[in-house]
């Protein structure tokens, strides 16, 4: 799953922290205008994410950006 999505800059650091277990060389994955993310997710899956200037393009299972996206509840910090 392909996913393009937008946060505030504060909330980007919550994101991938609550995104990622694990993170790994992005070598085939790099793109050449934003920070390329690519590995572990708490759930187990790998995935890649995108940070672009305006936006974020994530590729993965759709229920881990949902999780890492969600308000507080055993999350390592909050974003509303």
Known sequence: MEKVFSVKPE???CVVGNLFAELEPPC????????TLHG?????NM???L???????????????EAARR????????HG
């Open 11 to 13: 909330e980007l650091s």
């Open 47 to 49: 995935a890649t994410l």
């Open 28 to 35: 085939d994955a790099l793109h050449p205008v934003g920070l």
């Open 51 to 65: 940070v672009l200037k305006d936006y974020c393009v994530f590729q993965g299972e759709e229920e881990d950006l």
């Open 71 to 78: 308000p507080c509840i055993d999350r390592r910090c909050c």
């Open 40 to 44: 572990r997710t708490l759930s187990g």
